[in-house]
Nanobody
Framework: VQLQASGGGLVQAGGSLRLSCAAS????????MAWFRQAPGKEREFVGA????????FYSDSVRGRFTISRDNAKNTAYLQMSSLKPEDTAVYYC??????????????????WGQGTQVTVSS
């Protein structure tokens, strides 16, 4: 599967932004999807994940309650709705895909495909 992330930009603290991840090449509905982010000088970190059906979601403690992951299998697209943004949310955001699995969705090496990243900058 090939992934294309989009929707990043510059937003003020407290604002909202929605990222999209468009998939092509394989049956999207068979893949669990996740979002990761990487700030300058830091390691890439898990943000959240959604199962292939969309029935279960997982979030890191730092974004739980502010970010929402969803997907539309008819459109082959996953989303990351970000609200109440903080300057510390500034990072390049990546979407990732893995064949549906019951394993922990947080490790980077769980994922078979990655999007190119989209920059999110939150100003204070």
């Amino acid at each position: 599967v090939q992934l294309q992330a989009s929707g990043g930009g510059l937003v003020q603290a407290g604002g909202s932004l929605r990222l999209s991840c468009a998939a092509s090449g394989r049956t999207f509905s068979g893949y669990g999807m996740a979002w990761f982010r990487q700030a300058p000088g830091k390691e890439r970190e898990f943000v959240g994940a959604i199962t292939s059906s969309g029935r279960r979601t997982f979030y890191s403690d730092s974004v739980r309650g502010r970010f929402t992951i969803s997907r539309d299998n008819a459109k082959n697209t996953a989303y990351l709705q970000m609200s109440s943004l903080k300057p510390e949310d500034t990072a390049v955001y990546y979407c990732a895909a893995r064949l549906e699995s019951t394993y922990d969705p947080r490790p980077l090496d769980e994922y078979d495909a990655w999007g190119q990243g989209t920059q999110v900058t939150v100003s204070s």
